[in-house]
């Protein structure tokens, strides 16, 4: 298995809504990415896993609530987002330190109306 | 901190030709990665090819090469016999190796177009 596996592919949420954005890699990757990305635009880094435990946070609002419950998983919990919050969501994995870059999941495009 | 520019948003090519991509970048570590990464409409990010600062030799994938310059910290693509399927948004890419190689710098991204 060589994928990053990402669910839900689109999600539309109100502004006081609680849902859950989740992530799945089996290729034994000990680092895991969470990126946000608008409309032609790079894709901006939020959160590093590494080795399940977070590693970098890059000043992301708490109403996005990263978790990793084992080495295989990965979610970002959403609660009270705002519209300028929609986006796509990608998910990445990679082997730690290694040098063979990101495994990138199809990404959640998220609406929030 | 590291930057990526891609001084070309948008660039077309005609379908078997060949096209280059610029990326330059800035660092101050002597030990880093650069990636070069398509996205299609599907969304998806996909790997073309990545280099290793340390090596002197060109990497090259298929059709596929890039033309790396440690001194002058440049980075291009080169896709040679353009398909349909090339069109696509690419991103040029850093990753240092200390303490913060977790991370992908990206650049802004060219627009890539091919022309049947």
């Known amino acids: 298995d060589t994928e990053v596996t990402q669910t839900p592919k689109h999600l539309v949420m109100g502004m006081t809504n609680k849902k859950s954005l989740k992530c799945e890699q089996h290729m034994g990757h000990r680092a895991m990415y969470w990126y946000k990305q608008k409309a032609k635009k790079p894709p901006e880094l939020m959160f590093v896993y590494s080795y399940e435990k977070l590693s970098i946070n890059e000043s992301v609002p708490s109403r996005f609530s990263p978790e990793c419950p084992n080495s295989s998983l990965l979610n970002l919990h959403l609660h009270a987002l705002q519209p300028e919050d929609s986006a796509l969501y990608l998910c990445?994995?990679?082997?730690?330190?290694?040098?063979?870059?990101?495994?990138f999941g199809s990404g959640t495009r998220l609406t929030v109306v | 901190a590291q930057t990526v520019t891609q001084s070309q948003p948008e660039m077309s090519v005609q379908e078997a030709e060949t096209v280059t991509l610029s990326c330059t970048y800035d660092t101050s570590e002597s030990d880093y990665y650069l990636f070069w990464y398509k996205q299609p409409p599907s969304r998806q990010m996909i790997l073309v090819i990545r280099q290793e600062a340390y090596k002197q030799q060109n990497a090259t994938e298929n059709r596929f090469s890039v033309n790396f310059q440690k001194a002058a910290k440049s980075f291009s693509l080169k896709i040679s016999d353009s398909q349909l399927g090339d069109a696509a948004m690419y991103f040029c890419a850093y990753r240092g190796s200390g303490g913060s190689n977790y991370k992908l710098t990206f650049g802004k991204g060219t627009l890539l177009t091919v022309n049947p």
């Open positions: 990445a994995s990679s082997q730690g330190q290694s040098p063979y870059g990101y495994t």
